[in-house]
């Protein structure tokens, strides 16, 4: 039996821009190991990955172009199109694994992201607040540097913005945004994708946020910063979204952006009339403040009204029935709260496909 010498040559991942690829590829080899084998075979060490090449992560909606964001949503339509058929035959994703890091408990970022990610062919591990303790048990850099040499994507969905940006940068393959306090891109998505099934278009249309200026708000505006809409938010004062981020939009120039505290005369001429809980997680100290606050900010029959007979109600659920939106609102036929949740699957899908280069 012949014994064949092996020498694998040490590959090392850095965040040091200055330390080239030319350098990592030529650091010192291991030690040659003898191996036995039946028969003659060639070991050839595999290149260093320094860096994400030709994937990009998911963070925020305009950090992608208009033919991009319009391109996804088209594939979003196509692959929900084939799943409803019952064809199963379409698996992408077959062989590949993704970790799914939660530090806030959801029901729909998990079973969308783990359905859609199955149907494809895929794997999605559940890693939660126990499992990890992100930052408190272990630094978020070394998690993003340890996931991603077991799986090929990774979803998380925190409190911390800054979270999601540490993941992106220290992981070397992409992470998508499942929420953070700052934006939730993918909620939007499946917004737009919502949109151009039950109003025929996304461009153009009138968007009204009543309530509190959050992080659905935020991806709004980033989402109008890319697609020209007419995007409204009706807030109490003092509840008023990020001004760096209203600014941002507006210099765009590409939308007609507006902050208000009149809701009954922003909802005047909406496609969609969207609403969200007064109190998100983490804020529920809150949320006895927040009703007296928000009063005269419920979506309610009148309001709807005010909207015209073609206005659609959206929410990105879980709602408090009887405080930010009436039961009657949210069982109306004009309704589609029930699509959108639907389509939280379908608009990930058509973005892990992607930001795998699918």
Known sequence: MAVIPCQCYRTVASDKPYLSGHNLRHRAPFPAASVS????????????????????????????????????LDQAIEVKALLKSGDRSFR?????????????????????????????GGHAIYL??????MGKREETRDIARVLCRYNDIIMARVFAHQD??????????????????????????????TMIEHIGRFEGTKVVYVGDGNNIVHSWLLM?????FHFVCACPKGF??????????????ISKIEITNDPKEAVKGADVVYSDVWASMGQK???????????????????????????????????????????????APNSIVFQQAENRMHAQNAIMLHVLGK
């Open 37 to 72: 084998f039946r028969r003659r075979i060639s070991c050839v060490a595999s290149p260093a990955v320094t860096q994400k090449v030709a994937l990009k992560d998911f963070l925020h909606i305009d950090d992608f172009d208009k033919d991009t964001i319009l391109k996804m």
């Open 92 to 120: 992408p994703f077959e062989g590949k694994t993704m970790s799914m890091i939660f530090t806030k408990p959801s029901m729909r970022t998990r079973v969308s992201f783990e359905t859609g990610f199955s149907l494809l």
């Open 128 to 133: 939660g607040p126990n499992d990890i303790q």
């Open 164 to 193: 999601i940006l540490d993941l992106a940068k220290y992981a070397t393959v992409p992470v998508i945004n499942g929420l953070t306090d700052y934006n939730h891109p993918c909620q939007i998505m499946a917004d737009a994708l």
């Open 224 to 228: 109008a910063s890319v697609i020209p």
């Open 240 to 253: 008023e979204p990020d001004a760096k981020t209203v600014e941002k939009a507006r210099k765009a120039g």
């Open 285 to 331: 100290e809150e949320a006895e403040h927040r009703r007296q606050v928000f009063k005269g900010f419920q979506v309610n029959k009148d309001l709807m009204e005010m909207a015209g007979s073609k206005a659609f109600f959206m929410h990105c659920l879980p709602a408090e029935r009887g405080v930010e939106v009436t039961d009657e609102v949210i069982e």
